[in-house]
């Protein structure tokens, strides 16, 4: 059973497509980048997979997992910084779904925190207020919290983007021990380079798909050229999308 | 001394039911008003404050100066005016503030026009200002209640109230609670601006919420720590106010707020946390 089933989904806002017409699926464990230029529809796919927004056609099937069981790491995350939180405090969020309202958080639960604070290179900021941490200290607390939430399916919008090379480096580790012990993880990603070395399989995203599978035969320069002409505007004056089937597999 | 400060509270029974009032109101009021500031809502409370006069200033005029219609109009008035203000903000596309700016000023003049129909100025007074001074046993059972309930309810919702405040895209990845949470925490907005209602009057309701909350965030970055901060500060403020109300006949309400303004003012100048004091003399900077 595939771990994520795309149904000729569509995507977007206001009846406008930012996804058009998506099929395929996603095998369980597989390491998969999704790139394309800005506005090629990324993040509103990855929205789209853990449920934030509907789909405007079509439909997302998860295989067999609840949506509440994804663990979602968004771009701008929507972070209150000032927020008087400790690092701990927010980390331990991501035992909510054991958790819930109100169950404590109990010895072993603490060591569990403890573990993945460390896990990502943060010991001794335990007790730090979120507001303290710098943009890559920050990004490391939120991947403590992915590694807490411990989910099948691990959805990353552009984790690395204004991080140094040292935290990119400790984070795609993580990334990569997420791959090694049987999670599927989608990534929007930007840098191609990492791509290529540590992403077996890619989804080149223009609107459409413009090429889906093993990254070396993705990325080619020709396909690179046709996602770049992309037309990244909406039309407002677009009359609704008269087919559903002759589309599909665009480009 | 002991005439001063514990003589006024031995000796009159309206004093001792005053301050309990005022506990009550501490208790459960200062914790939400912790939570309007830290989601940017301080000035929604205020607003919602005057839109509870309309509602109570209708139980007015059915029934005179009775709690419990005073009390179900406010209500009413409160959830109204927040729905309201919700659905004009969301379909017209005017900011929820603006759209609530209008709504409570509408009230506001529709409330102090609703009183005058009826009541007198001293009526007029005692709807805007409050009279701790003149509660009785009933009221103060009605507060003690609302009090009771708020906290209960806060229990309940504040897991997913914290993280609603600092991430709300992770609670709704992981959780339906976040809604209804947030719904939940209007409702003891209202409920506790009601509650303020009947002691301090509708502008000076969200009084002892905001104040103490604005004072705890200058002596801590710990939210625990801040909540009990904020109780401590509005209790603290209430008894003070209170004696300086009964020793130099400043009408209780504003005694109360004006005692919180000079904590405010305190906190603001030697707060640890961002203090003025603390930012101009900082010390010499540390090693690491």
Same mark, same amino acid.
Request: charged share 15%; proline share 4%.
């Given at each position: 059973?595939?771990?994520?089933?795309?149904?000729?989904?569509?995507?977007?806002?206001?009846?406008?497509?930012?996804?058009?017409?998506?099929?395929?699926?996603?095998?369980?464990?597989?390491?998969?980048?999704?790139?394309?230029?800005?506005?090629?529809?990324?993040?509103?796919?990855?929205?789209?997979?853990?449920?934030?927004?509907?789909?405007?056609?079509?439909?997302?099937?998860?295989?067999?997992?609840?949506?509440?069981?994804?663990?979602?790491?968004?771009?701008?995350?929507?972070?209150?910084?000032?927020?008087?939180?400790?690092? &701990?405090?927010?980390?331990?969020?991501?035992?909510?779904?054991?958790?819930?309202?109100?169950?404590?958080?109990?010895?072993?639960?603490?060591?569990?925190?403890?573990?993945?604070?460390?896990?990502?290179?943060?010991?001794?900021?335990?007790?730090?207020?979120?507001?303290?941490?710098?943009?890559?200290?920050?990004?490391? #607390?939120?991947?403590?919290?992915?590694?807490? *939430?411990?989910?099948?399916?691990?959805?990353?919008?552009?984790?690395?983007?204004?991080?140094?090379?040292?935290?990119?480096?400790?984070?795609?580790?993580?990334?990569?021990?997420?791959?090694? +012990?049987?999670?599927?993880?989608?990534?929007?990603?930007?840098?191609? +380079?990492?791509?290529?070395?540590?992403?077996? *399989?890619?989804?080149?995203?223009?609107?459409?798909? #413009?090429?889906?599978?093993?990254?070396? +035969?993705?990325?080619?320069?020709?396909?690179?050229?046709?996602?770049?002409?992309?037309? +990244?505007? &909406?039309?407002?004056?677009?009359?609704?999308?008269?087919?559903?089937?002759?589309?599909?597999?665009?480009? | 001394?002991?005439?001063?400060?514990?003589?006024?509270?031995?000796? &009159?029974?309206?004093?001792?039911?005053?301050?309990?009032?005022?506990?009550?109101?501490?208790?459960?009021?200062?914790?939400?008003?912790?939570?309007?500031?830290?989601?940017?809502?301080?000035?929604?409370?205020?607003?919602?404050?005057?839109?509870?006069?309309?509602?109570?200033?209708?139980?007015?005029?059915?029934?005179?100066?009775?709690?419990?219609?005073?009390?179900?109009?406010?209500?009413?008035?409160?959830?109204?005016?927040?729905?309201?203000?919700?659905?004009?903000?969301?379909?017209?596309?005017?900011?929820?503030?603006?759209?609530?700016?209008?709504?409570?000023?509408?009230?506001?003049?529709?409330?102090?026009?609703?009183?005058?129909?009826?009541?007198?100025?001293?009526?007029?007074?005692?709807?805007?200002?409050?009279?701790?001074?003149?509660?009785?046993? *009933?009221?103060?059972?009605?507060?003690?209640?609302?009090?009771?309930?708020?906290?209960?309810?806060?229990?309940?919702?504040?897991?997913?109230?914290?993280?609603?405040?600092?991430?709300?895209?992770?609670?709704?990845?992981?959780?339906?609670?976040?809604?209804?949470?947030?719904?939940?925490?209007?409702?003891? #907005?209202?409920?506790?601006?009601?509650?303020?209602?009947?002691?301090?009057?509708?502008?000076?309701?969200?009084?002892?919420?905001?104040?103490?909350?604005?004072?705890?965030?200058?002596?801590?970055?710990?939210?625990?720590?801040?909540?009990?901060?904020? #109780?401590?500060?509005?209790?603290?403020?209430?008894?003070?106010?209170?004696?300086?109300?009964?020793?130099?006949?400043?009408?209780?309400?504003?005694?109360?707020?004006?005692?919180?303004?000079?904590?405010?003012?305190?906190?603001?100048?030697?707060?640890?946390?961002?203090?003025?004091?603390?930012?101009?003399?900082?010390?010499?900077?540390?090693?690491?």
């Amino acid at each position: 059973m595939a771990a994520l089933g795309f149904h000729n989904v569509t995507l977007g806002y206001d009846r406008h497509p930012a996804v058009h017409h998506l099929k395929g699926e996603i095998v369980p464990g597989a390491l998969v980048a999704v790139i394309g230029p800005n506005g090629a529809g990324k993040s509103t796919l990855l929205r789209g997979i853990v449920g934030i927004l509907k789909p405007l056609a079509g439909s997302i099937h998860l295989g067999g997992i609840d949506q509440r069981d994804i663990a979602y790491l968004p771009q701008t995350a929507d972070i209150d910084r000032s927020f008087p939180i400790s690092v &701990f405090d927010f980390v331990g969020t991501g035992l909510w779904r054991g958790i819930g309202l109100f169950g404590g958080i109990g010895k072993a639960a603490r060591e569990r925190i403890l573990r993945a604070i460390a896990a990502v290179g943060l010991n001794g900021f335990e007790n730090r207020p979120i507001g303290t941490l710098s943009g890559g200290q920050m990004q490391r #607390v939120l991947f403590a919290r992915v590694l807490l *939430q411990d989910a099948a399916l691990i959805v990353l919008d552009e984790p690395f983007n204004a991080i140094d090379s040292k935290t990119t480096a400790d984070l795609l580790a993580l990334v990569t021990r997420w791959h090694g +012990e049987g999670r599927t993880v989608l990534a929007a990603l930007h840098d191609m +380079e990492m791509v290529r070395a540590h992403f077996p *399989q890619t989804l080149l995203l223009a609107r459409g798909p #413009v090429a889906w599978g093993a990254t070396a +035969e993705v990325l080619t320069a020709e396909n690179l050229m046709v996602a770049m002409r992309m037309c +990244e505007a &909406f039309d407002d004056s677009a009359a609704a999308c008269a087919d559903d089937d002759e589309r599909s597999q665009a480009a | 001394m002991y005439d001063a400060l514990i003589g006024p509270f031995t000796e &009159f029974e309206f004093m001792r039911r005053a301050l309990a009032a005022v506990i009550a109101l501490s208790l459960a009021g200062a914790p939400i008003g912790v939570f309007l500031m830290l989601r940017r809502m301080s000035l929604v409370g205020d607003a919602m404050a005057h839109a509870i006069l309309p509602g109570a200033a209708i139980g007015f005029l059915l029934s005179g100066l009775n709690l419990f219609a005073m009390t179900a109009g406010g209500l009413i008035a409160g959830f109204a005016v927040a729905i309201l203000a919700g659905v004009v903000a969301r379909s017209t596309g005017l900011k929820e503030d603006a759209s609530l700016a209008t709504f409570y000023l509408a009230s506001l003049a529709l409330g102090v026009t609703i009183v005058s129909i009826k009541g007198t100025n001293i009526d007029l007074l005692h709807v805007l200002f409050g009279n701790i001074l003149a509660m009785d046993d *009933q009221t103060l059972l009605v507060v003690a209640f609302n009090a009771t309930v708020t906290l209960l309810v806060l229990a309940v919702i504040y897991r997913p109230l914290v993280i609603e405040s600092v991430d709300p895209l992770f609670l709704r990845t992981v959780s339906r609670a976040g809604g209804p949470a947030h719904l939940a925490f209007l409702a003891l #907005v209202v409920i506790n601006l009601v509650n303020g209602f009947q002691a301090l009057g509708t502008l000076l309701a969200v009084g002892l919420m905001i104040m103490p909350a604005g004072i705890a965030r200058f002596w801590s970055r710990d939210l625990t720590a801040m909540i009990s901060i904020a #109780v401590i500060a509005a209790g603290v403020s209430g008894y003070a106010g209170l004696v300086l109300s009964f020793q130099t006949r400043i009408p209780s309400g504003p005694a109360i707020i004006l005692v919180a303004t000079a904590f405010y003012v305190v906190s603001v100048l030697f707060g640890s946390v961002g203090g003025l004091v603390r930012q101009m003399f900082p010390g010499r900077h540390l090693e690491a």
